[in-house]
C-alpha cells in the first residue's frame, strides 16, 4: 500500500510540474489571433516562422548567444586558476575569502544594478553583449570558483607531484594533466553560469536600452494591448531548448557541483 501511495504521488508531482510545461508547448502550435490565412485556434508553425521573421526577437536570440558564450568562456578562465588556488596552496584568510565570494554571490543583482549601469555608461559598454557578459560575470564567477574548487579537490594531490617531478610547469599541467580530469566539473560550471545568464532579467534590461537586448526582454516587450500568446510561448518554447541540451548533458554530475570542502 506505502508503495501504491508514493507511485500515486510522484504521478501526481510529475504532473504539477509538466502540465504547464505541455501547455507552453501546446499553444506555441497553435493560431491564437485572428489571421486572415490561418483559423483561430488551428495547429500552425506560423509562431516560429514569426519569430525568425520578426527582425528584434531573431536578433535577441543571437545576442543571447554571444553574451551567454562571452560569459561562461570569461568565468571559466577567471574561475579555474583561482580554484586551483583555494584547493592546493593554503594561505592567511583562504577559507574566509573563499565563503565571502559565496556570499557575494546571493547579493540580489538590483543591488548593483545602478553602479554597473554608471560605470559601463563611462566606458561605452552599454547595449552590447559584451556589457551584459561582463555584468554577469559578477555573479557567475563565485559560484565557478564554488564549484571547481570541489572538482579539483577531489582530484589526488599526487597527480601535481608527478607531473611537477616530470618538469612540467604549473600552466601546463593544469592544461594538459588537470582539465581532462575534472572535465565534468567544466561541464557543471559552463552549466551554472550558462543558466543564469540566460534567464537573468535585471542586467539585461538595464545594460540594453536600445539595442542588444536578450531573449528575456524580447519575451517581455511581446505583451500589450492585443498580445499573441502563441508567439509568445514560440519564443519560450526555443529559450528553453539550450537549457534543457545543457542539462542533459552535465544531469550526471550537477549534485556535485554543490560540494563545499570546508
Known amino acids: 500500500m506505502k508503495r501504491v501511495f508514493q507511485t500515486l504521488g510522484f504521478a501526481a508531482l510529475t504532473l504539477f510540474v509538466l502540465l504547464p510545461l505541455v501547455q507552453v508547448v501546446l499553444l506555441s502550435f497553435t493560431s491564437t489571433i485572428t489571421r486572415e490565412d490561418v483559423v483561430l485556434g488551428s495547429a500552425t508553425w506560423l ?16 545576442n543571447s548567444t554571444i553574451y551567454v558564450t562571452l560569459n561562461v568562456g570569461l568565468c571559466i578562465a577567471v574561475a579555474l586558476p583561482a580554484a586551483y588556488a583555494f584547493s592546493r596552496y593554503r594561505f592567511r584568510g583562504a577559507r574566509a575569502a573563499f565563503f565571502t565570494l559565496i556570499a557575494f554571490r546571493v547579493t540580489p543583482p ?5 553602479p554597473v549601469f554608471l560605470v559601463f555608461s563611462e566606458l561605452n559598454l552599454l547595449n552590447t553583449p559584451v556589457g551584459v557578459a561582463l555584468a554577469h560575470s559578477i555573479f557567475n564567477v563565485p559560484i565557478a570558483i564554488w564549484i571547481l574548487e570541489s572538482f579539483i579537490s577531489a582530484v589526488p594531490r599526487q597527480l601535481d607531484e608527478t ?15 588537470l582539465l581532462p580530469v575534472i572535465a565534468p566539473g567544466i561541464g557543471v560550471t559552463a552549466f551554472f553560469c550558462f543558466m543564469f545568464s540566460w534567464v537573468e532579467v535585471v542586467f539585461a534590461r538595464t545594460l540594453t536600452v536600445t539595442d542588444g537586448k536578450p531573449i528575456t526582454t524580447a519575451i517581455g516587450s511581446l505583451f500589450g494591448f492585443r498580445t499573441d500568446i502563441g508567439l509568445v510561448m514560440a519564443m519560450t518554447v526555443l529559450s528553453l531548448i539550450p537549457g534543457l541540451v545543457m542539462i542533459w548533458f552535465v544531469r550526471n554530475h550537477i549534485s556535485r557541483g554543490f560540494t563545499v570542502r570546508v
Open 110 to 114: 538590483v543591488v548593483l544594478s545602478l
Open 47 to 62: 509562431n516560429f516562422a514569426n519569430v525568425f521573421a520578426t527582425e528584434r526577437l531573431a536578433a535577441s536570440l543571437v
Open 163 to 177: 607531473a611537477f617531478l616530470d618538469g612540467y610547469s604549473t600552466p601546463r599541467f593544469v592544461v594538459t594533466q
